[in-house]
């Protein structure tokens, strides 16, 4: 766990020195994303970062961020963001990856593709040869009519299950959503999946990123760059 964190941190504090002044940043959500709040919060304090705006992909990174001193606002509130910085549950080598571990991945959609840049950073326990060899995909989907969605996913032989939280109830998203985590171990077609879930009515998102990494940084020692090739 230890050495675990240490990556995430690496790769964190890298990210934070890709930001430079007046710059409109996007927060990713979870425990690696964590650390580059807080790194940037940091350099915003210490005065070497100046006129930061941050839009945040979740509730928990808006508060974060606030309580730190970042200006964090509505996404809405922005023409654009210049570059997000999130982590990532498995990335293949072409930097496609799965997201949502931490039922983040709708807003992390929507922020990702509001950003000119896609920044994600994962400790080396991130990278897999193939998608859903290491991680479900989580699909977010609306509670009206959930069961409806989940029999059609047990049709398309992914093996659903509803996330539930530590009382046992289904977990509910920041939108007021539920999850369904999948198996995708056994699909060789993930472009085709992603736009047949997509199109299913009750499913709000899903927490496959195709093409939407530009800049995968693993939190080695030293830190690893990998970029998408176009
Ligand atoms: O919903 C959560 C997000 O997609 C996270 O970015 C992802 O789960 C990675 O989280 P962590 O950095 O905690 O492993």
Known sequence: MMMVNAGKKNAALAAVKLIQDNMVVGLGTGSTAKFFIEGLAEQVQQDQLHNITCVATSIASDELGRSLGLHVVALDETDGIDITIDGADEVDPQLNGIKGG???????????????????????????PRLGTQFKLPVEVLPFGSHHVFN???????????RVNADGQYLLTDSANYIIDVDISEVTDLKALGDELIQHTGIVEHGLFLGICDTLIVGTEPTTILNRNN
Do not use: C, M, R
């Not at 059609?152 to 509803?162: I, R, V």
């Open 102 to 128: 931490g039922a983040a991945l709708f807003y992390e959609k929507i922020v990702a593709k509001a950003s000119k840049k896609n920044i994600w950073i994962v400790d080396p326990s991130k990278q897999s």
């Open 152 to 162: 059609y996913l047990t049709d398309l032989s992914l093996d659903p299950h509803f």
